[in-house]
């Protein structure tokens, strides 16, 4: 069955700091590749996705993502960290013959941002 | 336009007790879903509908039941509600019809206790 490694439950990072999470799947086929955000007690909003074509994806708020096929990976990163971007991060699948176009999640990473 | 809603945002039941999660979305939204969130565990889907009228299990249905009532209106029922499903409860919504890659949309979601 697909399923979705995130790489440390939790990451601190100083403000200004490159912030690196790390995302890895598990299909012979490589999957749809999604990273969502969750702000404390608020819902999930999309980062950014991978479907098709350019590997290198950009998201929202600086964030971008690089598809690596041969590592099976997909890890977020921004170049410069902000106090705003503590958060819990999650990375998600939808395989593509999968039905009911399910995404199956990784258990989350939440991300500290130190002054 | 609100997006997906969830209602309530907060409850507490004891054992045994049922309950009726809501969700509506005014995005005309042809597929939704309901997640259970977990410390450590990320999302795991409860059920989904793919479209208006059809619904079907996700990774962990058991003592759940859904209705799709209407395209907008998609609610999670909890018959007997028992310690292990305190959890938050999210709901989110796709345009396209069960097809994958299709982004999500989520709610702000309902956490549910249970004693």
């Known amino acids: 069955a697909q399923s979705v490694t995130q790489l440390g439950s939790h990451v601190s990072v100083s403000e200004g700091a490159l912030v690196l999470l790390r995302c890895n799947y598990s299909?012979?086929?490589?999957?749809?590749l999604f990273w969502y955000v969750q702000y404390p007690n608020q819902g999930l909003q999309l980062l950014l996705k991978?479907?098709?074509?350019?590997?290198l994806v950009k998201g929202i708020n600086g964030f971008e993502a690089e598809f690596k096929k041969s590592e099976t990976s997909f890890h977020l990163t921004k170049p410069s960290a902000h106090m705003s971007d503590a958060a819990e991060y999650f990375c998600?699948?939808?395989?593509?013959?999968?039905?009911?176009?399910?995404?199956?999640f990784g258990q989350g990473t939440e991300l500290s941002v130190k002054p | 336009n609100a997006g997906v809603t969830q209602t309530p945002k907060f409850q507490v039941l004891k054992t045994g007790q049922s309950m009726t999660l809501q969700c509506a979305q005014d995005?005309?939204?042809?597929?939704m879903y309901w997640y259970r969130q977990d410390p450590g565990m990320g999302l795991r889907l409860i059920y989904y509908?793919?479209?208006?009228?059809?619904?079907d299990k996700g990774e962990v249905p058991n003592g759940y039941n859904v209705s799709r009532l209407n395209k907008r209106e998609f609610s999670l029922r909890l018959e007997s509600a028992a310690p292990s499903q305190t959890s938050v409860y999210f709901c989110?919504?796709?345009?396209?019809?069960?097809?994958?890659?299709?982004?999500?949309?989520f709610g702000p979601g309902t956490r549910l206790t249970v004693l």
């Open positions: 991978y479907t098709t074509g350019a590997t």
């Open positions: 509908s793919a479209s208006e009228g059809t619904t």
């Open positions: 299909s012979s086929v490589p999957p749809y």
């Open positions: 995005m005309n939204h042809n597929s």
């Open positions: 989110a919504s796709s345009g396209r019809q069960g097809t994958p890659g299709d982004t999500q949309y």
């Open positions: 998600a699948v939808s395989p593509i013959y999968n039905q009911g176009g399910k995404l199956i």
